[in-house]
């Protein structure tokens, strides 16, 4: 809900209202029968919608991060996914892939979660593509020898015009350019939910700053077009080498760049390797453990401004189909750093 330009002192101030002025029109969008609370786009996770009050909300800013090939992308672009599917829609700006690329690990994703365990891999759908000595045909006939694509690719079809892929260059996408993009959109009557992959990418032109500075004035934007937007924004952020080490549980504060991604961010979700984390007696008494605690990544909800922070869910891996089992629980183990959780 936007704030009113209210009168005072014979002039018009933007953005100040008093509250009797906000009381009366809640009041009347209500009689209208018009939306007053915040705009919802659900993740789709299980248990992490429930403890987000339902998924992200307009106006919040998301960072997604954790080391290096556990999954970022992965639950970002299955978030996506998600909220297209439930009805909303979604704009990628993608600086690490082709979207060729993005629309495999898409077709996989959704073939997963439609057939299951055994459905069609990344590397199946990559071989279609790349097939040069099959005979012409329509996308859903190359696939139809690829379980679960073909349906994967005809579920698509209902809601791929509202979901976007940018291929980001981080030369010359700038900021600008993303919101010019998401303001086309809206004014095209979507309210796209924004992925940003990835935050310390987004070039600044001419700028000689350091990377701290860089990655504050970045962070700072993608808040501000959160804002004006009224639209969630999902940023991935790379993690400081430093962090890279075994045995290390990374937290919000091991992300590269400033303080103003801890500050400026309303949901922080850190991923880390469950086998790595876990306390080491959970792997001596049990060494079935082990490979056990390999195939689940730990989501920490590290900061949630509409709601409870610090909560520790684990969701399964199933990166060859380009996805995380939707349906996750809390972590019951011991992890390091002596927390222990349980739900």
């Excluded at 009797?20 to 009041?27: F, P």
């Excluded at 859903?140 to 791929?160: F, N, S, W």
């Excluded at 970045?218 to 969630?232: C, I, N, Y």
């Amino acid at each position: 809900m936007s704030t009113p330009t209210a009168d005072h002192g014979g002039g018009r101030v933007p953005g100040l209202a008093s509250l009797t002025e906000l009381l009366d029109q809640t009041d009347a969008r209500m009689r209208a029968g018009e939306r007053v609370g915040a705009s919802i786009w659900p993740t789709g996770l299980d248990p992490l919608d429930g403890h987000l009050g339902g998924g992200l909300r307009g106006g919040e800013l998301a960072l997604i991060g954790g080391p290096q090939g556990l999954g970022k992308t992965t639950m970002a672009l299955q978030i996506v996914r998600n909220a297209v599917s439930a009805g909303r829609s979604a704009v990628v700006f993608s600086y690490e892939h082709e979207a060729r690329t993005l629309l495999e690990r898409l077709i996989a994703l959704e073939a997963g979660l439609i057939a299951g365990r055994g459905s069609a891999s990344i590397g199946a759908i990559r071989s279609v593509f790349e097939d040069r000595s099959a005979s012409p045909g329509r996308l859903e006939e190359r696939l139809a020898g690829v379980a679960g694509a073909a349906e994967a690719v005809r579920a698509q079809r209902e809601y791929a015009d509202r979901l976007h892929l940018h291929e980001s260059s981080g030369a010359s996408t700038t900021l600008e350019e993303i919101r010019e993009i998401v303001a086309v959109l809206k004014e095209g009557g979507e309210e796209p939910l924004v992925l940003v992959d990835y935050l310390q990418k987004v070039p600044l032109p001419g700028s000689t700053l350091g990377e701290d500075e860089r990655v504050t004035l970045v962070v700072e934007a993608l808040k501000d077009l959160a804002l004006a937007a009224d639209v969630p924004v999902i940023a991935i952020v790379a993690a400081e080498k430093s962090a890279l080490v075994s045995g290390h549980r990374m937290r919000l504060h091991d992300l590269r760049g400033s303080s103003a991604l801890a500050y400026e961010a309303d949901v922080a979700l850190i991923l880390n390797g469950k086998y790595d984390i876990v306390a080491r007696h959970h792997l001596m008494y049990d060494i079935s453990n082990a490979e056990r605690y390999r195939h689940w990544v730990v989501v920490t909800v590290e900061k949630n401004r509409s709601g409870v922070g610090d909560l520790v869910m684990e969701f399964e891996k199933r990166f060859q189909e380009g996805r995380f089992e939707p349906k996750g629980r809390m972590v019951q183990e011991q992890l390091v750093e002596e927390r222990v959780f349980v739900e």
